[in-house]
């Protein structure tokens, strides 16, 4: 199966699932669904894995891929960079993979890619930590050595949370120190802790994250605050979903005589003693006519998720680079990432472009949802269990309304005419 067959069995909405040698069939994408991914993101040994293991598994590929990208990021560490004036973009990256729960098989991909990394580098699972609460955790585990407290000895950290909304939910409290602490993470700044007595300080750290949220949940919790504040556009989105039924499940290690672990273990020990890295002359010219459609906002809450595509490009591109053994960021190498920064903010675009930016009007939608046949305004307002003000509810329905996520209208009862309000179907991007 070459790439260009790769991009194209995984997303064709309008036909029927095409049978596998075994029968079981390819699951054609909702209409709605973000374009698929341009064969040029399954670049060199990323396309040659993920090539092995999709036949394999129920996983979205572009999920592996992303995954996978961010792991290899991580596993490098901090010595490689791209210079932009001031500034350093190194290959630590954050992504966040969007979709149903126990459905898209967010979790199904993660082990695909932390059973590779394993293989790949023996000091992998040593680096990994899940359930990120707060920014003293965080800060704590990539310490530096002070007053006989030896510190990290390595400050490569890759965060695995599969519950997002919790972070989002932490991440949202008037006190909480995590939102500043991973922006400041993703930045490569210095980290500090001032509310203990020891004060804490890391520096030099390499924080990944790879996080997994429900449609639902990235509604309702990305409230306006955590997108302006620019937390949530460090993230790289990607939607993911099922895109095969496999019921007896693939090749439980499809890569076995592959060689792609032992390879991919070579170039991440060759990728660490990488210093500067800079584009050749045909990825310049490349990214000189990108660069403006980069930096052109898109409106509403999917721009302010996007404003950071720059930034993202580059680091996905050194990532490509580095895995490939080279030096310099080659064109292939840079139309690899557009292509996947493109679907990203396809994804951005599909999970929040008709999204209200209000947490009660999106916890209110949520209930819509699960009421087909729709909800009264008194019946809102107990699921509100009345602790809001009538005003607030209005406020939180018209601006359901205004983004067309729901409509209402008059139903005749015993007494007074009742208001119905029923979730409204998203329109098609």
């Given at each position: 199966?070459?790439?260009?067959?790769?991009?194209?069995?995984?997303?064709?909405?309008?036909?029927?699932?095409?049978p596998?040698?075994?029968?079981?069939?390819?699951?054609p994408?909702?209409?709605?669904?973000?374009?698929?991914?341009?064969?040029?993101a399954y670049?060199g040994?990323f396309?040659?894995?993920?090539?092995?293991l999709?036949?394999?598994t129920?996983?979205?590929?572009?999920?592996?891929?992303?995954?996978?990208?961010?792991?290899?990021g991580?596993?490098?560490?901090h010595?490689?960079?791209f210079?932009?004036?001031?500034?350093?973009?190194?290959v630590?990256?954050f992504?966040?993979l969007?979709?149903?729960?126990?459905k898209?098989r967010?979790?199904l991909?993660?082990d695909?890619?932390?059973?590779?990394m394993a293989?790949?580098?023996?000091?992998?699972q040593?680096r990994?930590?899940?359930g990120?609460?707060?920014?003293?955790?965080?800060?704590f585990?990539?310490?530096d050595a002070?007053?006989?407290?030896?510190?990290?000895?390595?400050?490569?950290?890759?965060?695995?949370e599969?519950?997002?909304?919790s972070?989002?939910?932490?991440?949202?409290?008037?006190?909480?120190?995590?939102?500043?602490?991973?922006?400041?993470?993703?930045?490569?700044?210095?980290?500090?802790?001032?509310?203990?007595?020891?004060?804490v300080?890391?520096?030099?750290?390499?924080?990944?994250?790879?996080?997994h949220?429900t449609?639902q949940?990235l509604?309702?919790?990305?409230?306006?605050?955590?997108?302006?504040?620019?937390?949530?556009?460090?993230f790289?989105?990607?939607?993911?979903?099922?895109?095969?039924l496999?019921?007896?499940?693939?090749?439980?290690?499809?890569?076995?005589?592959?060689?792609l672990?032992?390879?991919?273990?070579?170039?991440?020990?060759?990728?660490?003693?990488?210093?500067?890295?800079?584009?050749?002359?045909?990825?310049?010219?490349?990214?000189?006519?990108?660069?403006?459609?980069?930096t052109?906002p898109?409106?509403?809450?999917?721009g302010?998720?996007?404003?950071?595509?720059?930034?993202?490009?580059?680091?996905?591109?050194?990532?490509y680079?580095?895995i490939?053994?080279?030096?310099?960021?080659?064109e292939?190498?840079?139309q690899?990432?557009?292509?996947l920064w493109?679907?990203?903010?396809?994804?951005?675009?599909?999970t929040l472009g008709?999204?209200?930016?209000?947490p009660?009007?999106?916890?209110?939608?949520?209930?819509l949802?699960?009421?087909?046949d729709?909800?009264?305004?008194?019946?809102?307002?107990?699921?509100?269990?009345?602790?809001?003000?009538a005003?607030r509810?209005?406020?939180?329905?018209?601006?359901l309304a205004?983004?067309?996520?729901a409509?209402?209208?008059?139903?005749?009862?015993?007494?007074?005419?009742?208001?119905?309000?029923?979730?409204?179907?998203?329109?098609?991007?």
């Amino acid at each position: 199966m070459t790439d260009r067959q790769l991009s194209l069995q995984v997303a064709q909405p309008d036909k029927p699932a095409a049978p596998d040698a075994d029968g079981c069939g390819l699951i054609p994408a909702p209409a709605d669904w973000p374009g698929p991914l341009a064969a040029a993101a399954y670049h060199g040994v990323f396309g040659a894995i993920i090539e092995k293991l999709a036949p394999n598994t129920e996983a979205d590929p572009v999920a592996i891929l992303a995954q996978l990208l961010v792991a290899c990021g991580s596993a490098i560490g901090h010595g490689p960079h791209f210079q932009v004036e001031a500034t350093r973009q190194h290959v630590n990256e954050f992504v966040l993979l969007v979709g149903d729960t126990a459905k898209s098989r967010k979790g199904l991909s993660l082990d695909h890619v932390t059973h590779l990394m394993a293989a790949a580098d023996p000091g992998f699972q040593r680096r990994l930590s899940t359930g990120l609460s707060s920014g003293e955790g965080v800060v704590f585990a990539v310490r530096d050595a002070q007053d006989g407290d030896p510190g990290a000895a390595d400050k490569r950290l890759l965060i695995l949370e599969p519950e997002f909304a919790s972070v989002l939910r932490a991440a949202s409290r008037e006190i909480s120190t995590l939102s500043p602490t991973l922006r400041n993470g993703w930045d490569s700044r210095p980290l500090q802790l001032l509310t203990r007595t020891a004060p804490v300080r890391a520096s030099d750290t390499h924080i990944s994250l790879i996080g997994h949220i429900t449609v639902q949940e990235l509604r309702r919790h990305a409230t306006s605050i955590e997108i302006a504040n620019g937390f949530l556009n460090r993230f790289v989105i990607i939607c993911c979903r099922r895109v095969r039924l496999l019921p007896e499940g693939g090749d439980p290690d499809p890569l076995r005589r592959s060689g792609l672990p032992r390879f991919l273990s070579s170039a991440i020990q060759h990728a660490r003693s990488v210093g500067p890295v800079r584009f050749d002359q045909h990825a310049r010219t490349l990214w000189r006519n990108s660069y403006p459609q980069l930096t052109q906002p898109a409106d509403g809450l999917p721009g302010h998720l996007t404003a950071r595509a720059e930034a993202h490009t580059i680091r996905l591109a050194l990532i490509y680079a580095l895995i490939d053994g080279q030096t310099r960021i080659y064109e292939q190498h840079l139309q690899a990432a557009l292509a996947l920064w493109d679907y990203a903010a396809r994804s951005a675009a599909w999970t929040l472009g008709h999204t209200t930016g209000d947490p009660i009007a999106e916890q209110i939608h949520t209930a819509l949802l699960r009421s087909p046949d729709g909800l009264t305004r008194t019946q809102i307002r107990d699921l509100c269990q009345r602790n809001l003000p009538a005003q607030r509810v209005d406020q939180a329905l018209a601006n359901l309304a205004a983004a067309g996520r729901a409509t209402h209208q008059r139903t005749l009862t015993a007494g007074r005419p009742a208001e119905l309000w029923t979730a409204a179907p998203i329109p098609v991007s």
